[in-house]
T-cell receptor, first 114, second 112 residues
Framework: DVKVTQSSRYLVKRTGEKVFLECVQD?????MFWYRQDPGLGLRLIYF?????MKEKGDIPEGYSVSREKKERFSLILESASTNQTSMYLC????WGTGAQPQHFGDGTRLSIL | DQQVKQNSPSLSVQEGRISILNCDYT??????FLWYKKYPAEGPTFLIS?????DKNEDGRFTVFLNKSAKHLSLHIVPSQPGDSAVYFC???????????FGKGTHLIIQP
């Protein structure tokens, strides 16, 4: 069974801090994704990666960066946290290939920026 | 502009009846259409998908219908059970390794 693990379930940080959200998957998936979920807005794609050291911008990349140094690990970085980045962050992974491959999600990190 | 629309924020259905969740999309180039289910405090879980070359896919109590000419898909759950109470997200893919584009979700409530 696919396991996507996000390092923290809840996180509270201050405005201006640099924040790291970590995600690890154990199924040797090529693709990894970061989304944020906000009430009334659904899930929106921030960044994705289809290989080690590769990254692509999603729909809302501003204020974020990512790092993928190893195949199983995909980190989301908030360079200088702001209150409008308070959200639920979801990591996902999938096998390489067409969009037919379902994405498997972690349980999310609820991030609050004060 | 929203590429994927779920126009019903919530839906209430009696246990044992059919639940029908709807989704509209704007881009006829989308290749795959997926439904995810999400419980509070958990990540979304994949439910069922359909490719653009089909118009129906069935898996147990869940059936997804695709109407390409209307750019519309629907998820039918029959019979509905209390454990089906969750938020359902419609998602589309243009193929390749790109991420999914999600609708805003429909909160399904199954009443006893």
């Amino acid at each position: 069974d696919v396991k996507v693990t996000q390092s923290s379930r809840y996180l509270v940080k201050r405005t201006g801090e640099k924040v790291f959200l970590e995600c690890v998957q154990d199924m040797d998936h090529e693709n990894m994704f970061w989304y944020r979920q906000d009430p009334g807005l659904g899930l929106r794609l921030i960044y994705f990666s289809y290989d080690v050291k590769m990254k692509e911008k999603g729909d809302i990349p501003e204020g974020y960066s990512v790092s993928r140094e190893k195949k199983e690990r995909f980190s989301l970085i908030l360079e200088s946290a702001s209150t409008n980045q308070t959200s639920m962050y979801l990591c996902a992974s999938s096998l390489w290939g067409t969009g037919a491959q379902p994405q498997h999600f972690g349980d999310g990190t609820r991030l609050s920026i004060l | 502009d929203q590429q994927v629309k779920q126009n019903s924020p919530s839906l209430s259905v009696q246990e044992g009846r059919i639940s029908i969740l709807n989704c509209d999309y704007t881009n006829s180039m989308f290749d795959y259409f997926l439904w995810y289910k999400k419980y509070p405090a958990e990540g979304p879980t994949f439910l069922i998908s359909i490719s653009s070359i089909k118009d129906k896919n069935e898996d147990g109590r869940f059936t997804v219908f695709l109407n390409k000419s209307a750019k519309h898909l629907s998820l039918h759950i029959v019979p509905s059970q209390p454990g089906d109470s969750a938020v359902y997200f419609c998602a589309v893919s243009g193929g390749g390794a790109d991420g999914l584009t999600f609708g805003k979700g429909t909160h399904l409530i199954i009443q006893p």
